[in-house]
């Protein structure tokens, strides 16, 4: 049973740095493509970042482009979002998701909602103006 679990959200200051986490369980890690999206109240959860199987190709949201940065730990299960620059906009709560790569430790990417089977529960981050 796949778990992920995610860590590292809290408050910072417009122009802070915040590096979430989210480590997962009960798959083969490295064969599982990763994303991060994220959430406001009464919105529709929005594609952030997605990293692939193997690591090696990466996508980003537009407005994330140039200060977030998606990384992963395959030793260590873990998916790590870093967000620089941080703005009062990208206030949400910050999820992450997995699902098996088409083509294992390949480097394909996934960024819709749909391609995602596997959650986990979020973590807030939220940025002061």
């Known amino acids: 049973q796949v778990q992920l679990v995610e860590s590292g959200g809290g408050l910072v200051q417009a122009g802070g740095s915040l590096r979430v986490s989210c480590a997962a369980s009960?798959?083969?890690?490295?064969?599982?493509?990763m994303a991060w999206f994220r959430q406001v109240p009464g919105q529709e959860r929005e594609f952030v970042a997605a990293?692939?199987?193997?690591?090696?190709?990466?996508d980003y949201a537009d407005s994330v482009k140039g200060r977030f940065t998606i990384a992963r730990d395959n030793a260590k299960n873990t998916v790590y979002l870093q967000m620089n620059s941080l703005k009062p906009e990208d206030t949400a709560v910050y999820s992450c998701?997995?699902?098996?790569?088409?083509?294992?430790?390949?480097?394909?990417?996934?960024?819709?909602?749909?391609?995602?089977?596997?959650w986990g529960q979020g973590t807030q981050v939220t940025v002061s103006s």
């Open positions: 009960g798959i083969t890690f490295s064969n599982y493509a």
């Open positions: 998701a997995a699902r098996v790569s088409a083509i294992l430790r390949s480097g394909l990417v996934y960024t819709g909602r749909s391609d995602y089977a596997d």
């Open positions: 990293i692939s199987a193997s690591g090696r190709s990466t």
